[in-house]
Structure formats: structure tokens, C-alpha cells
């Protein structure tokens, strides 16, 4: 009889502690969450905030793992204030926090903020802009600009309205004023001969020029978890189509969500390699993926739901017509209401990563469970985000 009362109470307690996991796992949502590759590392740790700098070892794609943005030895910044000054920021503000220091930097945000940039934010190397635990928006003037560094995690803000500005003296990513920067077209984060990026559960939307720009032989990108919505010319990748540097671009694109309302550059590739996997397209205006200048594209796993009332149903635009050497590739997509995507190229489009970098994709159809939580994430101490 006591094995039989043992028995049942430990059954009991199972029961209990599923019930709890399900009810942390469908909070809000009406569903359980399916967690990716790069959400199943870190998301169900209750205890994320003490932890935050467990989320460095989970980055996949070309980016790899982030450990450059934690060993030997990191600053741990708050930032109190959303005060801007271009060339003389105080204490407890972000620009101070993102281009005055020196050494590996984490950066966090002691309450919800809205930050207003009178000029861009120049980003340094080995810098980690974490906002986690706070609804933290860049909105209403400059953005983000990563040019020339290397080692840098942009995660959980809301990115939005982001409008030109003027030349004028700006303080550098090296912690130097520059005396007269150039003007800004108005990006939300503008990544410029940088390498080893990693942009993660950020919420992208109307601002006056794209909203991720990656250009000037930056490569060693990963995009993913991100909401790109309510714009135009969503992401350029490649700076024209005479800059031969940037055939050495490579870029992994996984588990954003783009719309709904984009019309097209999703992305918009030239030359490089690009790896689309586990995207879900919610409609475009004229396509989802362009390119020129012979770019490489792995599409793989992808969710592509074309425009209900329109008739561009054709998932990829090729300029002038595509070219001998294009190669772009489509395998376990989802097509529906008539999206197609057309082939080009007969070689090999694997992105050859190393074991750091691979991650397995999905496919397609489990694409809307997985990029369901895309976008700057609402994570509360104490509880999985």
C-alpha cells in the first residue's frame, strides 16, 4: 500500500509540474511556443535576467558564437536616462555606455524608455545592447549605425521612425569626436564594413530609409527573430553593384517575420551569399527577395504567403533580367495563394558552415509556430521570456 500512495503522488507531482510548463509555455499566446534553434538556448531559463550573458553562446548562422562579447572580462552598464548629446553624453545614457567605454560592454536599461537620437549611434566593437526586461525604443531621430567594428549584439528594442539627419560633430565608436559626420539616410541600423554582427528580437518598422542596411564588405551576419513591418525597402544587403568587395558577404537570415504591409527588399541582395531559412513572409507589394550583381541565395524552409489582391505572386525579382552566374536555390518552402519562386543556377548553395555555425532548418510549415514570437520579446524577472 505505501509503494501503491508513492506511486500515485509522484505521478501527481508530474502532473502538476506539465501542467505548470504548459501554462509558462502558452501564456498569452493561446498556443504552446515553438522555440527555434537560437530561442531553445536561452528562453526557458526563469532565472535570464541573472543569466544574461548566457544568451552569447546562442547565436547561430554566419555570425557563430558571440564569446568575444564576454571573455575574458565584460562591463555590465545601466542606462537611467534617455537624454542624448552627440559629442559630450553623460552618465547613464546609452551613447555614453555604447561608444565612451572602453573593453567588452553589456549594456541594459533600468526601466522602459523611449530614446530620441539627434545623431546617429555609433556603436563600438565588443559592445552587447540588451533590452530584455524593458520596452526600450529608439524612435523619433537617428538609429543605429555599426560601421568599421566587429563583435556586436543588438537585441529586444523596438526600432521605429527613424528619419535623416543633418551633418554636424558626432562622438565616434572609438570614443574620438568627429568633426563633421556625413549625413544619415535614416536606417534603422546601418551595418558598414563591420564583421560579426548579430541582430536579434528586434522590432523594425517605418523609418524614412531602410530598415537594415549591410553594406561596404561587411560579412559574418546573422538576422534573426526580428519583426520587419510596415515599410517600403526593408533590407538592403551589398552596397551596389560595382563594389565587387562585397562578394565575400555572407549573411544568415532566420526565423524573422516580415509584414505585415512590406513591399519589397526582404532582402534586396548584391553579389554575396545570402542563407534565407525559416522566414515567414506575410505578403509583399512588388516581391520578397531581389538581388543583382550574381548573388548566391539559399531560400530554405521559408513561409511564403503571396499578396491576396495583387497580382505580383512571384516571390523573387532578378534585375536585368539575372545573369549567367546566378545561382539561387529553393528547398522545403511553402508557397500559398499562388506565390511561386523560380530557380536560377546550377551549382552548390550550401553555406558551408562551421560546427559553431550550423543549425538545422525546419520545414516550412512549421515556419508560423516558430517566428510567432519574432520581435522585441516582453520578458518579466522570474519568468521565461
Not at 273 to 294: C, E, M, R
Not at 310 to 332: D, E, L, T
Amino acid at each position: 500500500m505505501g509503494w501503491a500512495h508513492l506511486l500515485l503522488n509522484l505521478t501527481l507531482v508530474l502532473w502538476l509540474l506539465c501542467l505548470v510548463h504548459y501554462a509558462e509555455a502558452t501564456r498569452g499566446r493561446g498556443k504552446p511556443i515553438t522555440m527555434n534553434a537560437i530561442d531553445r538556448c536561452w528562453r526557458s531559463d526563469r532565472n535570464w535576467a541573472k543569466n544574461r550573458m548566457r544568451l552569447a553562446a546562442c547565436s547561430v548562422g554566419f555570425t557563430g558564437k558571440m564569446w568575444g562579447n564576454v571573455k575574458p572580462r565584460v562591463r555590465h552598464y545601466v542606462v537611467t536616462s534617455n537624454v542624448d548629446d552627440p559629442v559630450n553624453p553623460g552618465p547613464g545614457t546609452l551613447r555614453d555606455a555604447a561608444t565612451r567605454r572602453r573593453g567588452r560592454a553589456w549594456i541594459t536599461f533600468s526601466h522602459s524608455m523611449t530614446i530620441t537620437l539627434k545623431m546617429p549611434l555609433l556603436v563600438s566593437s565588443f559592445t552587447t545592447i540588451d533590452g530584455r526586461g524593458a520596452d526600450v525604443q529608439i524612435a523619433y531621430g537617428s538609429c543605429l549605425t555599426l560601421s568599421e567594428v566587429n563583435n556586436v549584439i543588438i537585441h529586444g528594442l523596438r526600432i521605429h521612425h527613424c528619419v535623416k539627419t543633418r551633418p554636424g560633430p558626432i562622438l565616434g565608436s572609438r570614443g574620438q569626436v568627429i568633426g563633421r559626420y556625413e549625413r544619415i539616410d535614416g536606417d534603422a541600423i546601418a551595418v558598414v564594413a563591420s564583421s560579426k554582427i548579430w541582430i536579434d528580437h528586434n522590432t523594425l518598422s517605418r523609418c524614412q530609409d531602410g530598415l537594415l542596411d549591410v553594406t561596404r564588405e561587411s560579412t559574418a551576419i546573422t538576422v534573426s527573430n526580428n519583426w520587419f513591418r510596415d515599410h517600403e525597402k526593408v533590407m538592403l544587403l551589398g552596397h551596389d553593384d560595382g563594389f565587387a568587395g562585397d562578394r565575400n558577404m555572407r549573411v544568415t537570415i532566420a526565423f524573422n517575420h516580415f509584414g505585415p504591409n512590406c513591399d519589397q527588399r526582404m532582402p534586396r541582395i548584391r553579389h554575396g551569399y545570402a542563407h534565407l531559412v525559416n522566414n515567414f513572409y506575410d505578403g509583399w507589394t512588388q516581391y520578397a527577395i531581389g538581388g543583382s550583381g550574381n548573388p548566391t541565395i539559399k531560400s530554405e524552409g521559408n513561409f511564403f504567403v503571396a499578396p491576396a489582391n495583387s497580382p505580383s505572386k512571384a516571390v523573387i525579382w532578378q534585375a536585368y533580367g539575372g545573369g549567367s552566374k546566378w545561382n539561387w536555390k529553393s528547398r522545403m518552402d511553402v508557397f500559398q495563394n499562388g506565390a511561386y519562386f523560380t530557380q536560377a543556377g546550377n551549382g552548390r548553395v550550401r553555406p558551408r558552415y562551421t560546427k559553431e555555425q550550423f543549425f538545422a532548418a525546419q520545414g516550412g510549415r512549421r515556419v508560423r509556430a516558430m517566428t510567432r514570437s519574432s520581435g522585441a520579446l516582453r520578458c518579466v524577472q522570474g519568468r521565461r521570456c
